[in-house]
């Protein structure tokens, strides 16, 4: 005979389920919210260790409750902090189909694919959160990336702008989603604008690591290599990673002092050498230094193979295309410059190495349309002086 | 609403399950997103050959539901920036091959400085005598009682709202307008007698005939669905004083034969929602182009309501000055209850913002209802084992209801894809009221939901059933199951547009448990339990 709802055994039971399985459901959430804070964290402070406590919280939390939505969305979000694109996407994608009117779980999907490259998936899942709430912050987010991806810098900047309007979350929100746009800004030659919105972040959060690291690339595009430099020494200090180790170095060259400069590439290289074949790496770095610093083509070329076959995104094919070039495959060169420019980014760096590929491949008005689209997009960036010079040299009587 | 019909045949019973959604009152309210924005919120929607002449099918579409009669100053706009449209499925492609979308404009304030939507008393009342200056006495206050909705009788009429409709015949757009020229005006609010001292004709007013012979109207309405909302979502918790059968949600035999009562409360009494109603003649709505016969593949067409917002997109339009950019559907209805009883609650919004030709994805919540797995666990639990058997899944029973098969389609119709249409066999003709029955198809009245839905039809009861399995089986699945909300709490019409008027601000009124309402309870109260 089935037990109804009135047999008081089953009362008693229920009541004692509820009983012993509060202290987990307890625990649980407390494992969350300190997940949740230490991503947070990790994310304003650049701090391993933040990142790593909220990895152990969430995978506390899951061994107590291996079904929880939330925990699981959490654990997505630290394999994205990690660079584990993959992994995130095969997590992500059963959450996301599982769940679909979570607008978060469309941004994890959305996030994954953008890291790996896969830019129809990630903008499919990004304009289904615009689509569910056109005015989500997280749907603004993803968007913009994509518009700046696909070359509408414009309007890249206006979800930045409208997303950093209508966000009603903390202030380490509208820090972050301020230094995207600050990003965007210095990209495309508004140096003046990007320092204007980090200011105001860094006097409302003076130690936000990420407004602090784009000031000191704001400083490098304003031609101020020492403070740069000096920011930058700061950062690293906290940040002690290969990456800000790099950015360092460069601005060390850049203020003229080499010697310095060639120790702090060193250990650069040293830190990113270790972490070749991990998926949180500095390949990108990596295959700049061997191709521009310390020629290694061949080197470089292995280093960027090795990452074009964990992702595809436009920066690994720039990386991929520019290691080629130094190699002296222009052909392959090209065709993989040109598939990262399809998908549309107008970027400084691209455009110039975009162009001295076809330099090289002696397609001089293609080279000549590439530079000149370079310094449209910033005549003030990193690579706007050799665009300059490219040009000067294939017409010396330009102006 | 009023009904006549009545018992219980058994053929089809209804839609609800088998696309998206469908057990109660349509759908207030029941997706995540519609929850926030109500004005694009479809509350019903309905599709029958009109009761007057069978070469013709009305259309309703419902939105924004359950508004306040009396909740001024500004009533009930239509929302500007929805696109409010019908659809229509010639073809068996789950797609549309004929639409009508409608527009609305922002509402125009007449009287700027006036502080309400609507104002007007008799034939106009001044300043009197003792009026302090500046306004010296015999000045116009308080203009005439609204008795148009255009020119003389109009000048109270402070929020007024136009409407454009657009046709679209496999995609080729026209614009259509009124006969003898002029704007398609809104019906508002029934503001009350003071005001509008003869609502029905003013009301009536707003039926327009457009220039190619289609007659519409939009504007506020008595929202006709009824039921006994709050018994519904309380994990299914019908009032037991309203069952004589001593199963609450079980119906006697009588009560079930009843269609002229209630036997627990209408939530939805007293409420006004806004209408949207079409009447287009068949040939305008067949592949063929002709009034079909029943038998005829081509008779049977698929409709569906959507509501649409301009979408905010990654890409830009090509051509934004000359084209408007798209439109993003933020609800769809066909059959009734689909997305508010199917879908899960994780789902609705991607429910409500997919296209019915792709509702496969959805089969698995119509295979295995979780409604009828709530029936059986808690009426089994209350009232013992077998009380409440439901078929083994996968419940293939629904699955016709969300295809063109008969018993509304005729024999030989292509099934087409799954996809929660509301599918109307237009060759079958209009049931006389007399012999009209709640139950529709399951009342043995052809001309009923799930053929088309009425507005009468008792869509709640219906799809009780068929989540019950009534289609699977009519003899062991066959509970006589019902809310006790047999009929609307105002009369409906005839004739289009069939819903009956916007009640009155002034005088409606909610029949809430313990309160006057219920006439087959003792004293005509509503019972509390």
New interface residues.
Partial sequence: ??????TPVKTVGLALLAVLTAKPAAQVDSLKLRARTSLKQARASDSANSLADAEEAIHQALQLAPDDFEGRKLEVKVLLARRQYREALERARPLNH?????VEAWGLVSDAALGLGDYTEA?RS??WM?????TNVGGLER?AR??EL?G?ND?ARQFWESALRLSMADEEQRAWLATQLASLNRRTGRADQAETLLRQVLEALPAYQPALAEMARVRMQQHQYASAAAMLRERYQKVSRPDVQFEFARALQMAGRDAEAQTAYQDFERGARAVIDAPCNYNRELVLYYTDRAPRPAEALRVAKIEMARRQDVETLDAYAWALYASGDLAEAQRQMDKALAVGLRDASFFYHAGAIASKRKDVSAAVRYFNDSLSVSAESETAGAARGALKEMNPHAD | MKMTGRHIAVILAAFMVAQPGAVFGASHREAPITALDRAADIADFFAFVSYDDPTKVTFILDVDPLLDASNGPNYFPFDPGIQYAINIDNNQTAMAEVSFQFQFSSPASALPNIYTGFLGALSGIPAPADSPAPVPPGTPIIPPAITALTGAGSGGFNLSQTYTITMLVNGVPTVLTKQGGGNFYAVPANVGPRTMPNYPALAAQGIYTTSNGIRVFAGTADDPFYIDLGAAFDTFNPRSGAFPSGIPGVLTAAQDADNTQNYAPDNVSGYNVNVIAIEVPIAMLTSTGQVEPPTSSAATIGAWGTTSRPAVTIRSAPAPVRYAGSFQQVQRMGNPLINELIIGTGFKDYWSMSQPVNDSQFANFDLDPKLARVLNAAYEALFGAGVFPIPTPPRTDLLPLVTYAPPIAATGTPAGPVADLLRLNTGVPPTPAANRSRLGLLGGDAAGYPNGRRISDDVTDISLRVVQGILADSTKYNLLLGDGVNVNDVPLQETFPYVGWAQSGYTARHVDPGEPGCTGDAGGICPIN
């Fill in positions: 005979m089935k037990p109804t709802f009135n599982g769940t679909p009117d979570d903008e990004a304009q615009l689509n569910l709430r056109s968007g994509l518009r696909f509408d309007g």
